[in-house]
């Protein structure tokens, strides 16, 4: 009785650090409970250290897991040892902690941080004033930014085009929009114009006349559609480039499938349904912009907790607008870029500073991104803009 | 010194491997074997072999993702099957194919046989015209559970997975022109991935999950004198230690477990018992893989070769 008693506390104990782990952002399957238990059920539970291993191979998915799973591990379960001398030991029984920086090391101060990024309330720290911070205050490119914005954000406007711009606009993007839609995937299809032979069609018709292959059915790679997801940076000091790039993102969406459209400054908002349908003041109003700076990093890393799985796959391409200036932590933006870069085929970063004279992509933010981008151009104007369509249909081709 | 031999898993023969009760047993089947590991991969095995689960190792290239597969197949004494993927990877490739050409000579030479369309379609549709491919081949074992690996797996598509997974969770499949094929001892799956693209959570679902890192400096020191049976203690000490100075360098491809048994088995072969900074320049392509990352070396080598352990006379 004693013993059927313990086992159903230890079903509960797991069931309840499936939960803890999951409501701390650990990525679980659903029937991670499950899984765990059978196979605890083959090993001595009494040994820590292999009790320890097992739940972790059933348990968790990605190597970002490891070191929370090891805090939550000696949180939950106790840790048996002196405090110092326990966090030690989680450190050595995770399995490549040489790697620290990717992993995480579970010290005291990473403990600490893995807290803080798992709560939910860091996002919402904001430090004022911090954007333009980065550049040193004689920098040409902030004066030329303080006489492009001319402070305050503008209400309302859509910088007219003129008519000839606006078809010029139109052109580029119907331009884009075949480029940026299909790609073609190493598959095979049976197509009638097709470059090489489908043998296995062509033995079973030959069937039909005795042997001879008297028709040849043919096959080619198959194309599939991409999806676009675009981040547009719409903080104050964006304004204006923002609105020019967002009018070109809206011809193109009109023509593709599958366009998912992301607004950011400190958070991000969704606007794919809206997009089309309200003015571009109302959009505006839906984002967040507390003031104090854009957070590229947490926006993302927001965006992937949420959409990553359900809108970031192998035909994706990433296109974020923006000028780079973040005011968070860059180890995040270098985390969620690298995800994102993962799961995506190509991120493409137009950046309108870009093409300003003597502008160098040192500000925290862009050099921290610049490695996992495989597009970095300006979108400023028309003539920028069929540069941009020029590397994409190179982009394509690879 | 006469140059290292390098124990081969075709060459090895495991001990009886008895029933796997525990995991001490399991430790002690990749000791003998020559893989070292620890208690985690020796755990991870052991639920895997138990629970007939298939196992997801991820982890840096050349950590010895590919090893351990082998590493099962050689303890467990059973065939090892395995299936490189890339990308486009599909079913003729990866299960099965029938064999067009012979069957069209076929076709050509029974024309005037008399047989009726029928039979002769029994005949070129049968086993002998079947190309198997190692998933299948995988199926068709018959003596025992073989060790199917999967390598690479992230660098097939998403159609390829959702296939695999089909496989996976029922063992059988189905040739048109034959019927079904099931297997007849469930084969212990190994798949690898290097990360290069997330795979899908219905596959990582389906697994057991084990992540190899980067090993410690003595884990590092243990396996080069277990593969390289003829080399100094001193000298493995030196190469363990200047690789994981490297791992911490800025490098575009941070050396593995590989590179470091390659390094230490030219360098036996150039007869140094110790690293001196010609060796290093003279061998630095064992262990550095690209033009940048050869400069960024050669520039730091003072500092590196500073670092290093005194060798022994």
Known sequence: MNSARACDDLVLAVVQFCRLLRLRGVRLHSDAAQTALAALREIDVTERNDFRTTLRIALVQRPEDLAPFAYFFNLFWGT?????????????????????????????????????????????????????AHLPDDSPIRKMKAAMVGGGR??????????????????????????????????????????????RKALRSSLRYGGTPIELPRRARRMTRTRLVIFCDVSRSMDEDAAFFLRFAAAVLRRLWKVEVFLFATDIVRVTPLWLRESWSTLLLRVPDCGGGTRIGACLARFLEEHERSLVGGDTIVMIFSDGLDAGDPMVLDLALERLGRRSRAICWLNPLS?????????????????????FAPAHDLASLSELVRDLRVLRAA | MKSA??????????????????????????????????????????????LYRPILVEGYAGVGKTEIAKTLAASLGTTLYR???????????????????????????????????????????????????????????????????????????????AFLLEMLSEYQVSIPELGVVRAKHRPYVVLTSNRVRELGDALKRRCLYLWIGYPSLEKEIQIIQTRIPGIHASLAKQIA????????????????????????MALIELHRAHLAEDAVRA????????????????????QLLAGLPPAAS
């Open chain 2, 283 to 302: 061998t630095l392509g064992c262990i550095v893989k690209s033009q940048g990352d050869m400069e960024r070396v050669r520039k730091a080598l003072p």
């Open chain 2, 83 to 161: 299936l490189q993927c890339y990308e486009g990877l599909d079913v003729s490739s990866s299960l099965y194919e029938w064999n067009y050409a012979k069957q069209m000579l076929r076709i050509r030479m029974d024309e005037e046989s008399g047989h009726t369309a029928a039979e002769k379609e029994a005949t070129i549709f049968s086993e002998p015209y079947l190309l198997t491919r190692p998933l299948l081949q995988a199926l068709m074992h018959t003596s025992e559970s073989p060790v199917l690996l999967v390598d690479e797996v992230d660098r097939a598509d998403e159609e390829f997975e």
């Open chain 1, 154 to 199: 503008r209400e309302g406007e859509v910088p007219g085009l003129a008519a000839s711009e606006a078809a010029e606009l139109e052109r580029l993007a119907r331009e884009l929009a075949p480029i940026l839609a299909t790609r073609r995937s190493r598959r095979w299809m049976r197509t009638p114009r097709g470059s090489s032979i489908d043998l």
């Open chain 1, 355 to 375: 093409h300003l004279e003597g502008y160098e992509p040192t500000a925290q933010g862009m050099a921290v991104a610049l490695r996992h981008l495989d597009v």
């Open chain 2, 5 to 50: 031999q390098i124990p081969r898993f075709d060459d090895q023969k495991a001990a009886v491997p008895g029933p796997v009760e525990r995991i001490e047993d399991i430790e002690s089947l990749l000791a003998e074997s020559g893989y070292v590991g620890d208690r985690e991969i020796a755990t991870a095995l052991f639920l895997a072999v138990r």
């Open chain 1, 80 to 132: 048996g040892r002196p405090a110092g001398e326990a966090n030690r030991a989680a450190d050595s029984s995770v399995n490549g902690l040489s790697d620290a920086e990717r992993l995480g090391e579970a010290t005291p101060e990473a403990e600490a941080g893995a807290e803080e990024a798992l709560s939910s309330d860091a996002h919402s720290r904001i430090t004022p004033g911090r954007e333009a």
């Open chain 2, 241 to 264: 230690s200047f690789a994981e100075a490297l791992r911490k360098m800025e490098l575009d491809k941070r050396p593995g477990i590989a590179e470091t048994l390659d390094w230490g």
